[in-house]
């Protein structure tokens, strides 16, 4: 582990923020910018815990919905289908060699491509649910 970790620096300068250097501000717009800098910093605090988590449960479920999206299509048997199917099989395909462990803007990056994928997947059927 590196120490100190990430959190722990965030949580080192919140406390200096609440100990040295909100006390000397005389003025509103000061003290009011120290509490937006403290909420910010729990604000990635929090994201650092739990971002990274979330974003790989948000992957599995993404792939698990394209995937059956994709089964959709191609069961159509129609060229267009198959054209959606086929756009929706790229996107699940990894776009790099995935790292043993993923940073968290790489998983950023596949969860939204995935979704991307999804909104154009789903406008698709939305457009073929008057025809079918």
């Known amino acids: 582990m590196i120490a100190p970790t990430a959190v722990e620096v965030l949580r080192t300068i919140e406390a200096t923020l609440v100990e040295k250097i909100e006390p000397s ?3 509103l717009s000061g003290r009011s910018a120290c ?9 990635v605090i ?11 449960e948000d992957i599995v479920a993404l792939r698990s919905v394209l995937t059956k999206a994709r089964d959709y299509f191609v069961s159509l048997g129609t060229e267009q289908g198959a054209a959606h199917a086929a756009a929706i099989e790229s996107a699940l395909l990894p776009r790099q ?8 803007e790489v998983l950023a990056a596949e969860a ?15 457009a073929l649910r008057e025809q079918r």
């Open 97 to 104: 060699p995935t790292p043993k462990y993923a940073s968290l």
């Open 25 to 27: 501000l005389s003025d």
């Open 35 to 43: 509490a937006t800098v403290r909420h910010l910093l729990r604000h």
């Open 112 to 126: 939204g491509a995935l979704r991307r994928c999804l909104y154009r997947a789903l406008k698709q059927l939305q």
């Open 46 to 56: 929090e994201r650092l815990r739990q971002e990274g988590e979330l974003l790989s």
